[in-house]
């Protein structure tokens, strides 16, 4: 059995679909204005932060849905 191994991704998406992803939550901003711009130019901004653990070290795609409104999730496998 793999070696499971939990992450945090934090994730900054604009109302363009342009975006940032980034593993310290504090950096993000940051990062995304360094990237794509300052961030109060968008009309709208969504930060998502992901947990997952995820095995290792073998590679896996996965896809998910974040809604507009917080609520629980699922990620599948691509």
Do not use: C, S
Not at 20 to 45: F, K, N, P, Q, S
Not at 56 to 78: C, D, F, K, M, Q
């Amino acid at each position: 059995m793999a070696t499971m191994q939990e992450i945090e991704v934090w994730v900054m998406v604009n109302d363009q679909g342009e975006f940032v992803a980034h593993e310290d939550g504090d950096e993000l901003a940051a990062e995304y204005a360094e990237r794509v711009g300052d961030a109060t130019e968008a009309a709208g901004i969504r930060r998502v932060r992901l947990t997952v653990k995820v095995p290792l070290p073998e590679p896996i795609e996965l896809r998910g849905e974040v809604t507009a409104e917080p609520e629980p999730g699922a990620l599948r496998v691509a």
